[in-house]
């Protein structure tokens, strides 16, 4: 009887915990649907964003021009190697997403031993409690640490902490900002990137090369520009350059969000499958355990007839 108890409250046990990934796996598809519309906007005025910069360069983005306007700004203008690069982290707060925070992490180590071979210095910026946790017990030091942020995130909250960022790279503590995350390829598919954030390139931002500013034909053939840039083109540029830089960052965490939500999601499936796996199972020990129990109580009481006739 007491197998057969144990037995019974361990399935009871399973099914409590089916019935919670099951549920948190419809969060996480619900939250994937969500975060796929955000990201498809904010990549939308990315590319918005990205018609305006030839405009306020007057030239084509990848002209020599354009480079030369882009070069006066603080933060498109490269410093020589030296200082240390800042990596931008992305992990998450919570668990139960799979391999997600091991990929982010060990990518992460590795860009980190490489920068070490070559005399640099690696500095974080880290985003998510899990990565936070992970530095903390390996005594690395964090610069910045962003632990209020979910797939929620406001766009002004990663703007405030990107300012942080570009007062270290303004003052030349590091020579370069570079952003570890996830890129999402599709929902059973992710691959872990590192892409250059600072110094600022406009074809890594825009994501489209233009053929330079808009035109219109006067009389005789000649070509005027079809929009005024007021109130300069160095003015409009000290302000489009921050903003394109925040967006990317903006499009990147999002993006990085999008595959933890797709890998919490398939872990959730393969937890309540296994679940379910194992309730079989269980199912199938208990009935026999039952069996056995009835079998032996039977041969019990035909015994104990059989004696009292003797």
Not at 96 to 116: F, H, Q, S
Not at 223 to 244: F, I, K
Not at 253 to 275: F, K, P, T
Not at 284 to 299: G, K
Request: charged letters at 25%; aromatic letters at 4%; hydrophobic letters at 40%.
């Amino acid at each position: 009887m007491a197998k057969t108890r144990q037995i019974r409250k361990r399935i009871a046990s399973v099914r409590n915990i089916n019935k919670i990934t099951r549920t948190m796996e419809k969060v996480a598809q619900s939250k994937v649907m969500k975060l796929n519309a955000r990201y498809a906007d904010a990549k939308a005025f990315r590319a918005a964003l990205a018609r305006l910069l030839p405009e306020a360069l007057g030239a084509a983005p990848g002209s020599q021009r354009a480079q030369d306007a882009l070069a006066s700004q603080p933060l498109c203008a490269p410093w020589s190697k030296g200082s240390g690069v800042l990596l931008f982290v992305v992990t998450s707060t919570r668990g139960l997403c799979g391999g997600y925070n091991a990929k982010v992490i060990a990518a992460t180590r590795a860009r980190m031993d490489e920068l070490a071979r070559e005399g640099r210095q690696a500095r974080l910026v880290v985003m998510g409690k899990k990565g936070q946790s992970y530095f903390r017990y390996h005594n690395q030091p964090v610069e910045i640490s962003l632990s209020d942020i979910d797939e929620n995130v406001p766009f002004l909250r990663l703007q405030a902490a990107l300012q942080e960022i570009i007062v270290l790279y303004t003052a030349r503590l590091v020579d370069s900002v570079e952003i570890v995350s996830t890129r999402y390829l599709t929902k059973v598919a992710q691959v872990v990137r590192v892409t250059r954030l600072l110094p600022f390139k406009l074809p890594s931002v825009a994501g489209v090369t233009g053929t330079g500013p808009a035109t219109v034909r006067r009389g005789g053939g000649a070509e005027e520009a079809l929009y005024l840039v007021e109130p300069s083109r160095s003015d409009v540029l000290s302000t489009l350059v921050p903003m394109a830089v925040a967006v990317e960052l903006f499009c990147t965490v999002l993006e990085a969000m999008l595959g933890e939500q797709a890998e919490r999601s398939i872990a959730m499936r393969s937890a309540s499958d296994n679940a379910d796996s194992m309730t079989r199972r269980l199912t199938r020990t208990y009935n026999r355990a039952r069996q056995a129990q009835i079998t032996s109580e039977m041969i019990e009481i035909i015994s104990g007839s059989e004696g009292g006739r003797e």
